[in-house]
Nanobody, 112 residues
Framework: QVQLVESGGGSVQPGGSLRLSCAVS????????IGWFRQAPGKEREGVAA????????YYANSVKGRFTISRDAAKKMVYLQMTSLRPEDTATYYC?????WGRGTQVTVSS
């Protein structure tokens, strides 16, 4: 069964860091780039970062450039989102996506 499972969310103070992980089953990594999205209460889901099938290309939303880093470990079938200098506006449920497959999300809360 093809699925994506996120982990690593939690509560952190402004300026803190978290690393999200996305475990990718099946052959998704062979065919699709992987993206991280987030959705805050009352807001639309937005793209945060993405990495290509080869891992050679990445994309970041302007709001997270210079603070977030996406990476992948194909051997472990894992995709990571390293988040630093976190801000209250980064608070959201973060989702991993590959093709038409979505994970269930992991909550990130940034608050003092």
């Amino acid at each position: 069964q093809v699925q994506l499972v996120e982990s690593g969310g939690g509560s952190v103070q402004p300026g803190g860091s978290l690393r999200l992980s996305c475990a990718v089953s099946g052959f998704i990594l062979n065919y699709y780039g992987i993206g991280w999205f987030r959705q805050a209460p009352g807001k639309e889901r937005e793209g945060v970062a993405a990495i290509s099938v080869s891992g050679g290309s990445t994309y970041y939303a302007n709001s997270v450039k210079g603070r977030f880093t996406i990476s992948r470990d194909a051997a472990k079938k894992m995709v990571y989102l390293q988040m630093t200098s976190l801000r209250p506006e980064d608070t959201a449920t973060y989702y991993c996506n590959g093709g038409s497959t979505w994970g269930r999300g992991t909550q990130v809360t940034v608050s003092s």
